[in-house]
C-alpha cells in the first residue's frame, strides 16, 4: 500500500471544501483524480477533517490473547512441548482452533524464545 497524499495538500483540498467549492472541482483546483475528491470531501463533511485513516491491520490482542495464562501453564509443566502439542491441547481444552505459527507468534511477543530443546524466557525478561 503506498503511502497517504502530504498532510499540506489536504488541508489546501479542506479550505476549498469549506469556501464551498465541491469535491470535485477542488480535486481539479489541485491536481486530483475527481475520485479521490468525492472521497475527501465526504470525509471532511463526515468527520471534520481530511486526514488520511490508519494503515494496516487493526492493532488488537487477538484471538490467543485469552488463552495466554493456559499455554504458559502448559509451558511451565513441560518446557520440552511443542508447537502442534500445544495447538491440539488448546483445541481440546478450550475448543480455540489456531495455527501453530499463531501459537508461536505469542510466544515470541510474550519473550519465549526456543532453544535447541525446550521454550524458555530469557533471564532479564522473569520478574524477581
Same mark, same amino acid.
Given at each position: 500500500? #503506498?503511502? !497517504?497524499?502530504? #498532510?499540506?495538500? *489536504?488541508? *489546501?483540498?479542506?479550505?476549498?471544501? @469549506?469556501?464551498?467549492? #465541491?469535491?470535485?472541482? &477542488?480535486?481539479?483546483? +489541485?491536481? +486530483? #483524480? !475527481?475520485? %479521490?475528491?468525492?472521497?475527501?470531501? =465526504?470525509?471532511?463533511? %463526515?468527520?471534520?477533517?481530511? /486526514?488520511?485513516?490508519?494503515? $494496516? !491491520?487493526?492493532? $488488537?490482542? $487477538?484471538?490467543?490473547?485469552?488463552?495466554?495464562?493456559?499455554? /504458559?501453564?502448559?509451558?511451565?509443566?513441560?518446557?520440552?512441548? !511443542?508447537?502442534?502439542?500445544? =495447538?491440539?491441547? +488448546?483445541? @481440546? &481444552? @478450550?475448543?480455540? *482452533?489456531?495455527?501453530h505459527s499463531s501459537i508461536a507468534n505469542l510466544l515470541s511477543r510474550l519473550g519465549f524464545t526456543y532453544k535447541k530443546s525446550h521454550w524458555s524466557r530469557p533471564s532479564a525478561a522473569v520478574p =524477581?
Open positions: 500500500m #503506498s503511502a !497517504p497524499l502530504p #498532510s499540506a495538500l *489536504r488541508a *489546501r483540498f479542506q479550505k476549498y471544501i @469549506e469556501e464551498g467549492s #465541491s469535491g470535485r472541482a &477542488a480535486a481539479l483546483r +489541485l491536481k +486530483l #483524480s !475527481p475520485a %479521490t475528491g468525492a472521497r475527501w470531501a =465526504r470525509q471532511v463533511r %463526515t468527520k471534520g477533517h481530511a /486526514e488520511p485513516p490508519p494503515q $494496516g !491491520p487493526p492493532h $488488537g490482542k $487477538g484471538k490467543l490473547a485469552p488463552h495466554q495464562a493456559f499455554l /504458559e501453564e502448559l509451558i511451565a509443566q513441560d518446557p520440552d512441548i !511443542p508447537l502442534f502439542e500445544l =495447538r491440539d491441547a +488448546l483445541a @481440546e &481444552a @478450550e475448543g480455540v *482452533r489456531v495455527h =524477581r
